[in-house]
């Protein structure tokens, strides 16, 4: 079981994979079979049942989360019968036809999420991290590999990239080689640097031993920019702020990451005529970039959405019967004239947005709000390098929640934050034995006096 555990994570980072047509877009992510066999494994062992009825903070948010994926699912086939009852059609499908099917896809979701934490809960905290950092070098293997080809051509990495990045088509070539950005192992540069500071920087700020792992946190961060996305470069300030502000830098250790961001500040400034400008140019001049104009509209059609339908959303993905009507507006651009033409990404740019058309407003607040209670509860009883990770994993994971979409179905997304609060309920099961061992040796030694 262990092995599985370590294949499942090392696999993690890898979730832009030819599809070969079992579960849709899911099928993206090169852990799908690992997790599937771990599923099943788990489900028969009660082992993810178990971790539904743990107590204390983590146990209850993980519930939380089970029981609203639940309601959402539920919540998905109704609103595709009512769809269904007033004639709404899209694409040549039957909304009630529709939502039964990705019904299923919370539920999915929950499994995802509940085996994850399944795994930090009963891995060794080094094997734990041992695995993590595996997973990040084979990552960093192929993105050098990767960078090293749009420099000089390499036949290796051109036998690779059609199976590691083939999830999407770029007209049949690799996705450096088109765009001359990089993308990893992931689908796009903003998933790229995602991927790096919600899955690997947290386990390299607070690693399970000593002291912070500043040359990996440096190579993380570094990468983060690298990809060129907005959405990466904000993530990597915020990390950077919250890597500063932490008590675990101290002395030589902060003024050297204040003078390396001074040094980056700096150094985009210098290089303004290739890279600030072009960030620059983004920010001034939203009304003439494509994709800030898409951003805008699909955002301001999903807002539109949530409060039309405030109280119960309107289930996982039938938001199909809602975009393309609404957002024809702007089929002058290529990208929306194809998400018309096939009826993909036709969704809110922020998942936030997104998790609130499907859930509605009322479940989005108590989802939050057991997060930062949970979070809170558990500071000053568990460890202090195991809270401030998962603290700063929500934390991340929440900032890109805003301000992008992501690939929902990409494995790693759900995973990160289900293997910290995993890592927190061993932690509080230790300093429960611990504690139950101690009254057990005290009513020994100071036995109540009979009465």
Excluded at 352 to 373: A, E, H, K, Q
């Amino acid at each position: 079981m262990r092995l599985l555990y370590q294949i499942f994570i090392v696999t993690l980072p890898f979730c832009a994979m030819i599809k070969p047509g079992l579960l849709g877009n899911f099928d993206a992510n090169l852990s799908l079979f690992p997790f599937l066999v771990l599923a099943m494994l788990l489900l028969l062992d009660r082992s993810i049942l178990n971790v539904l009825q743990r107590h204390g903070p983590e146990g209850a948010l993980v519930r939380m989360i089970a029981i609203l994926f639940v309601i959402a699912g539920g919540m998905t086939v109704f609103h595709g019968a009512f769809l269904s009852a007033v004639g709404a059609s899209a694409y040549d499908t039957n909304p009630l036809r529709k939502s039964i099917v990705t019904s299923i896809v919370p539920i999915f979701l929950i499994l995802l999420i509940c085996t994850a934490v399944v795994i930090g809960e009963k891995m060794s905290p080094r094997a734990l991290q041992r695995s993590i950092e595996l997973a990040f070098g084979a990552f960093f293997a192929y993105t050098l590999l990767q960078v090293a080809s749009s420099i000089v051509a390499n036949p290796f990495y051109s036998s690779l990239w059609p199976v590691f990045e083939g999830s999407r088509d770029n007209l049949g070539v690799s996705y450096i080689e088109r765009f001359g950005r990089i993308n990893g192992t992931t689908m796009e540069p903003s998933e790229f640097s995602k991927l790096l500071c919600i899955l690997f920087l947290p386990w390299f700020v607070y690693p399970v031993e000593g002291s912070m792992l500043l040359k990996r946190v440096l190579l993380v961060l570094a990468l983060g920019m690298a990809s060129m996305a907005l959405t990466g470069i904000f993530l990597v300030i915020v990390a950077f702020f919250l890597i500063t502000l932490s008590n675990r830098v101290k002395g030589w250790k902060r003024r050297m990451l204040i003078v390396i961001g001074l040094v980056a500040m700096v150094s985009l400034i210098v290089a303004g005529d290739v890279l600030f400008a072009q960030i620059l140019s983004r920010l001034t001049a939203l009304n003439a970039d494509p994709s800030a104009i898409i951003r805008f509209f699909y955002n301001y059609t999903a807002a539109q959405i949530v409060l039309e339908n405030p109280i119960f959303g309107i289930g996982w993905s039938n938001e199909i019967y809602y975009f393309p009507q609404r957002v024809v507006e702007i089929s002058f651009l290529w990208e929306v004239r194809n998400d018309l033409l096939t009826g993909n990404a036709l969704t809110a740019k922020s998942l936030f947005l997104r998790l609130s058309m499907y859930l509605g407003i009322p479940l989005m607040i108590v989802l939050i709000l057991t997060i930062m209670m949970s979070l809170r509860k558990t500071r000053g009883v568990l460890p202090d390098r195991d809270v401030a990770r998962a603290r700063m994993t929500f934390v991340l994971l929440g900032t890109s929640a805003i301000i992008d979409g992501g690939i929902i179905t990409s494995f790693y997304m759900w995973c990160a934050p289900g293997l910290c609060l995993g890592v927190l309920m061993r932690q509080r099961r230790i300093r429960e034995r611990i504690a139950q061992t101690q009254r057990r040796v005290q009513a020994v030694i100071s036995p109540e006096p009979v009465k």
